[in-house]
């Protein structure tokens, strides 16, 4: 049960005190207790501040002690030497967790050995205190208790709700991905940035998540793992039935110099690490888009039971390209049985091919390049996913025409309403939707326009997984193919 | 003088005649008379149609032989079996060149031979006529007498002139990658769309882009090199001069297949080609994404004089996946002196980093930010170019909670004026950018928000060559750092 878990606590306090907020909305405490606000946070707030008397719109307490409740969490954004102190007047209290923000507690600071760490390990020990951090960036969680409702202390965006959670040795890689959402079909569950892992670390996220209902997709950000044994332990319990998809960093020498200097780690040889996440069934990457990309896929619930790629275009240069990635990266581009060739033959213009890529030239019937198509390779048994190409928004190509209404009239265009549009996205999209399911055959669209234009838009709305350029689905369902292999034995 | 390259005159005719343009706009002639004129040509256009008088407010001719002047371009979008005829009637007209769209032409129909290409080529020859094709897009000159004038037969968009030219044995690497100019900071100068290389071939393109003085950078897209030694010669007196990069699609079983559908090339051994392209110093990239991030780069002019990377950061996180890819992919990041980290450290807040990556952490000032810490860098000679993470549009990130009125006003919020940003984005960039050029010493931005978010478009208005992730900028950086050595010797 995740609800006993210790850190189920950090993410659905009743009560929160703030220590570094104040009146100035561009401090990070001001932004945070913004957040906090906006989040939808309807438990008491309490701002500690030495002068002040109120803190954006709520009563300020000069210590805590004077706080007429013991809050279930506690804020600090302050240097790192008032931190002692401070965790000393929260123990005293009977505060038992803590998110420590702050940075300035690495191993030297110049020449000077930096004991701030040891201390306040001493005094959550002595006070049974866990916390988070120090050099972090907070919590995320988006399972209120009601829609509107998330436990917010450090995105800036809206983010919808999904069963994706995150456990991240940065802030940045926990949070200011989502500085774009309308460019990224991907939710978040929770966040958790754990910084310099003091007390708790990626290793209590992963206990965390292991059992929690509202995690299905696990996504970390690691420069080290403070506990290996336990790691690989749980990560096998996982991956199993939860993916984990990784960004570690590690293993160069810059990399390793910018590793002890962000959070202290010595990091480790990259080759052990490789060793361990591929014995855990872990997904690795260097790049946060491809990160990105493999827990979007992998959010719709996109598990391919095979490597075999089947390949749909109007444009033969994106198929020969996709053709050609696919295969460098273990996929594997079947061509098709005379039987399912003369099937597709029959159904496609004189010019076409048909041997995969299936190329139905720019000459191609929307219903049969967004339904029939892919339902005869579906339902072939040939393939275990599609990737499709060429998936335009016909208003915008032809849109930009219209502009010049001469000519429009002259070639009796009719610019088309938009529930015309939205029916039409829903006729082409819904049967492959339910194809997809019907044979367990996912597909990924490719629309090199806009990705917030009309057209992808509707696509999008219809259920339809959309990159812009054809070569991210390739790289990213290769990986997620690796994962379901490993999967499949064990 | 590449204006008396006979490919000069594809781009600048003063007459054009179209076959199988009639009044559907959705028909491909249809939409490439409507580019036709859309682009501002302004010479005379004989639509040829066997039954309507009039296409698109042009008068229509039945026949070639009945339009008042020779054309000095044929543009034919028939079905592949027409062709011949159409060719024959072109030749007897005195036309002297084609650009043939249409497909069709591969060498098996089924088991059926298509002697359709040797029919062509044989008339071609009679008449001397020169053509593009078969199975391509077209063409396009983006400079056209005055700036509103291309000539376009092929391109959605209204595209910014810039000095990149495209040769492309694909339609769709030669136009459809424009689809969205808005995200693409990458104008065009020319592009070529070959198709099968019946008659001109790319080695044609660059013989005609090697003396063109709109031509700086050369874009390519390769599925098989015909004149491989032509090729190799003619590469190897330009990349001195001008880069090349190149996407080469071949060396899969399955690339080779769809290669073999697509334009009947059988391709060859990837690893000769490889060898061609080392030779040669031409940039290669699997990627259509890479492909335009290095044309784009290298469009500002960008060839940074050695590789070693500075890096700039406000986050952690960022700083070490730059770093830690960097080095991956050859560059070098190095650990700075003893003086220039105390020149640093002297400015930078006491928790930030100074030995390289720069990690200013989240307190970091504007003015330092954007001005001081890569002026430093720059002139302290211990670096060749500078990738810096974390130039976010504050009136973004802060302009969220503006909507939160109450709040705003106790924390004092204040919206800032566009003009107000816009000096902003100014004073912080032009002294960089003027750095820059002084030292020369690139910088290359990261800011994960909207890359047509307000201050994205601020800071792009002002030179700056930004990314949205800092995945793309290192990697494409690294390729570019292996053609500046190879100038270097060459």
């Known amino acids: 049960m995740s609800e006993n878990h210790f850190l189920h606590g950090f993410l659905n306090p009743k009560s929160i005190a703030i220590y570094g907020a104040n009146n100035k909305g ?7 207790l913004m957040n906090l606000i906006k989040s939808g946070f309807n438990g008491n707030v309490y701002p500690i501040h030495l002068k002040l008397d109120s803190v954006m719109g709520f009563k300020a307490y000069n210590k805590i002690i004077d706080v007429p409740e013991i809050p279930d969490l506690v804020v600090i954004v302050l240097p790192a030497k008032l931190v002692p102190q ?13 998110i420590l923000i702050s940075g300035g507690f690495r191993e030297l600071i110049g020449d000077r050995k930096n004991t701030i760490t040891k201390e306040i390990n001493n005094i959550a020990k002595e006070f049974g205190i866990r916390f988070i951090g ?11 208790e009601d829609q509107n409702q998330s436990f917010n202390i450090f995105i800036w965006e809206n983010l919808k709700r999904s069963k994706f959670s995150i456990a991240s040795q940065s802030g940045t890689l926990s949070s200011h991905i989502w500085f774009d959402p309308p460019n990224l079909d991907l939710g978040l569950s929770r966040s958790l940035s754990v910084g310099n892992e003091a007390n708790i670390d990626i290793v209590d996220c992963l206990e965390y998540y292991k059992d929690d209902k509202y995690t299905e997709i696990i996504g970390l950000y690691l420069e080290e793992i403070k506990r290996g044994k336990k790691f690989l332990e749980l990560a096998k319990q996982i991956t199993p039935k939860k993916p984990i998809v990784a960004i570690y960093v590690g293993g160069t020498k810059a990399g390793n110099r910018a590793l002890q200097s962000h959070t202290g780690s010595l990091a480790g040889n990259s080759r052990i690490y490789k060793g361990v996440f591929k014995e855990a069934g872990i997904i690795t990457t260097d790049y946060v888009q491809e990160f990105l990309d493999i827990a979007v896929v992998l959010s719709k619930g ?3 039971k095979g490597k075999r790629l089947g390949i749909i275009t109007n444009s033969g240069g994106p198929g020969a390209m996709i053709a050609n990635n696919a295969e460098k990266h273990g996929l594997v581009v079947p061509e098709f049985s005379e039987s399912l060739q003369l099937e597709l033959k029959d159904v496609l213009p004189p010019t076409a091919s048909y041997k995969n890529p ?21 339902k072939s048994g040939e393939i275990d996913v599609i990737v499709q190409y060429g998936v335009f928004g016909w208003e915008e190509a032809l849109g930009e025409y219209l502009k010049y209404d001469q000519i429009a009239q002259n070639a009796e265009f ?3 309403p938009d529930e015309v549009l939205n029916k039409l996205a829903q006729k082409l999209l819904q049967p492959t939707m339910a194809n997809s399911q019907k044979y367990t055959i996912p597909i990924l669209y490719v629309n090199p326009m806009n990705f917030n234009s009309s057209w992808s838009k509707k696509l999008r709305k219809n259920g339809a997984t959309l990159f812009k350029l054809w070569d991210r689905p390739v790289n990213c369902i290769a990986k997620i193919c690796e994962y379901v292999e490993y999967r499949r034995n064990h």
């Open 86 to 98: 401070v965790f000393k007047e929260c123990g005293e209290k009977g505060v038992k967790k803590i």
């Open 358 to 378: 299936v190329d139905c030239t720019f000459d191609m019937n929307l219903p049969y390049f967004y339904v029939k198509l892919p339902e005869i390779l579906m």
């Open 302 to 304: 996109i598990l391919p």
């Open 134 to 144: 120090p050099n972090c960036l907070g919590v995320f969680n988006n399972w209120g």
């Open 26 to 32: 561009s401090s990070l405490a001001g932004l945070q």
């Open 414 to 416: 009719q610019q088309q």
